[in-house]
């Protein structure tokens, strides 16, 4: 009855640490990988070799460190099982995309919360526009029929959303010190 309340804390312990970083190691993985399919199978692969490792007591200093390189070594794996069927970069090139996705992490992170933010203070029409063209990947042909304007005018359109967007991620940035 004791090893059964270890394992479940232990369960607990990882589910928690997991959680904690999947969203990094998601957008990590994704920003390597050309193809969104195979980055959500790595990650997936990374779940199960992380638990693996967890469960069977592999102690960590640091679990997003940790999580990050397994993840690594996961889409180095499936580089590797692939190479035959796609084009990817060599190793040593994949490494530097990987040492330098970690550098600007803190970077990134402070764009994203900025545009988070500057995204929810568009009229909500802007926003609703953005979300059906990007989030939803909607054609531009298909979202003139549906929204009854020309794709060149929503064109136009868009760019200007993208404009205004970009003024205020940078004005963000610049205010909290943030290049």
Known sequence: MGQRNDSTSRADEFVAL??????????????????A???????????????????????????RAWARAVAY????????????RRKYFSQRTMEALA??????????????????????????HERDLLRQRYENDTTMKTLAQQTGRT???LYKLLQRIRE?????????LDAEGVA
């Not at 997991?18 to 193809?35: D, G, K, N, Q």
């Not at 399919?37 to 679990?63: C, I, M, P, R, Y």
């Not at 992490?105 to 500057?118: M, N």
């Open 18 to 35: 997991y959680a904690s970083c999947e969203l990094e190691l998601h957008r990590f993985v994704h920003s390597l990988l050309p193809h």
């Open 37 to 63: 399919n195979e980055a959500d199978d790595v990650v997936q692969e990374t779940a199960k070799a992380l638990w693996q490792k967890f469960s069977a007591g592999e102690v960590v200093h640091s679990f």
């Open 73 to 84: 070594r996961q889409m180095l794996k499936h580089i590797e099982r692939e190479r035959t």
């Open 99 to 124: 040492d330098t996705r970690i550098a600007y992490q803190p970077v990134l992170e402070g764009q994203r919360r900025a545009l988070a933010d500057c995204v929810a203070r568009l009229p909500g």
């Open 151 to 153: 794709a060149n005018s």
């Open 164 to 172: 205004k967007l970009l003024a205020c991620v940078r004005a963000k």
